[in-house]
């Protein structure tokens, strides 16, 4: 009996291995690296107070009581009582569906505008590429806290233009980073196939182009879900952003400063802690979303 040729030798051990399963990637991105591990942790407990604060908030996060106002962390109040009586805690968790809710749509908003707008200036250029560049270029040459600022005291004060102040202020990150990728990418040999196969320029992008974009922004969505939080947290915190008694980490944090010389530190401590886990979340989870996102990483 012949032999196998040796191409056919290797091919039988690789046919015959069972395909790796559809979760194998993402478990090895969540557990090769404890930090990102608990990074996933703090986030998906973050949604899940997010989706059922309102019935998990052991109290009223608005009702007021005098008699038990500036009480330190009990039993009965895990985080204490403010200057009203309120309780902290539970105006902590009714407060991460707001501060996450704003994030996710200013993010969401300058995602896509700003990766489509730099896609398209990087993949065609010319006129377009230098209108989008220098547009980018204009909204960073303000600091931005103090654009957005700006941008809400014109507008006003509500939960639609803090939306609209944070997604402008972030437009410049994703214009860039989308830019410069479509513009490595717009002469790759897929790209080339793809225009001989008969596809439109437009068609080219956002099929072909535009997918190999999303490992890099990924990144930067992350980041900027962290910062977008602080912004919001921000203006809160200086009277430009919700308004109380609504709970917002801002705000609670800048009520509470005022009561951190007097002794009554667990008023800011609690939500100024709350507002770090998140931040830190977010920020640790841009790694984890590029090895996610990431063909050339795929194990």
Request: charged residues 20%; contains cysteine.
């Given at each position: 009996m012949s032999a196998l040729p040796p191409s056919a030798a290797r091919a039988a051990p690789d046919a015959a291995r069972p395909a790796a399963p559809r979760g194998g990637h993402l478990r090895h991105v969540?557990?090769?690296?404890?930090?990102?591990?608990?990074?996933?942790?703090?986030?998906a407990a973050l949604v899940l107070v997010a989706l059922f604060g309102p019935w998990l908030a052991p109290h009223d996060?608005?009702?007021?009581a005098p008699s038990i106002a500036l009480q330190p962390p009990s039993a009965s109040h895990w985080f204490g009582t403010?200057?009203?009586?309120?309780?902290?805690?539970?105006?902590?968790?009714?407060?991460?569906?707001?501060?996450l809710g704003l994030a996710v749509a200013a993010v969401a908003l300058s995602f896509v505008v700003g990766a489509t707008l730099g896609a398209a200036?990087?993949?065609?250029?010319?006129?377009?590429?230098?209108?989008?560049?220098?547009?980018?270029?204009t909204i960073m040459a303000f600091p931005l806290f103090v654009l957005a600022m700006g941008i809400v005291a014109?507008?006003?004060n509500t939960l639609a233009n803090i939306v609209i102040a944070t997604a402008i202020i972030n437009l410049p990150?994703?214009?860039?980073?989308?830019?410069?990728?479509?513009?490595?990418?717009?002469s790759a040999g897929f790209v080339e196939s793809a225009r001989l196969a008969g596809n439109s320029e437009w068609g080219v992008l956002m099929r072909h182009v535009f997918p190999n974009l999303l490992p890099p922004i990924a990144v930067q969505v992350s980041l900027n879900m962290g910062w977008a939080i602080?912004?919001?947290?921000?203006l809160s915190f200086i009277g430009l952003g919700v308004?109380?008694?609504?709970?917002?980490?801002g705000i609670m944090v800048a009520e509470g400063a005022q009561y951190i010389m007097s002794g009554e530190w667990w008023v800011a401590l609690f939500p100024g802690a709350v507002l770090m886990l998140a931040v830190f979340s977010f920020n640790l989870l841009g790694d984890a979303l590029r090895d996610l996102l990431d063909p050339r990483r795929r194990t």
């Open positions: 969540l557990t090769e690296n404890p930090v990102t591990l608990l990074a996933a942790g703090l986030f996060p608005l009702a007021t403010d200057a009203l009586g309120r309780d902290i805690l539970s105006r902590c968790i009714v407060a991460t569906r707001l501060d200036a990087g993949f065609f250029g010319g006129w377009l590429d230098r209108i989008v560049s220098r547009s980018a270029d014109a507008l006003g990150f994703y214009i860039r980073v989308a830019r410069a990728e479509a513009n490595v990418r717009r602080l912004n919001a947290a921000g308004r109380p008694p609504t709970p917002e980490w």
